[in-house]
């Protein structure tokens, strides 16, 4: 599973908000509200918020694997 957190604290770090990503990065409303949702958003939006926040992809989002595939 992916998860977003790391995002939410580095925008706070940075005195960001959702509307910071939406004027100054072009990210769409739609796409925020599938971040907020933990749902996937293509790699141009990571590298966007990269830019847009000046931090690295270990900033905006982090890998948790799913407990429940045993290994699979």
Known sequence: MVSYAPLWRTMEKCGATTYTLQVKGG???????????????????????CKILNCTMKDVVEYLPDESRNGD
């Not at 990210?27 to 918020?49: E, F, Y």
């Open 27 to 49: 990210i769409s409303s739609s796409t925020i509200r599938r971040l907020k949702a933990g749902d996937s958003v293509s790699t141009n939006t990571l590298d966007a918020l």
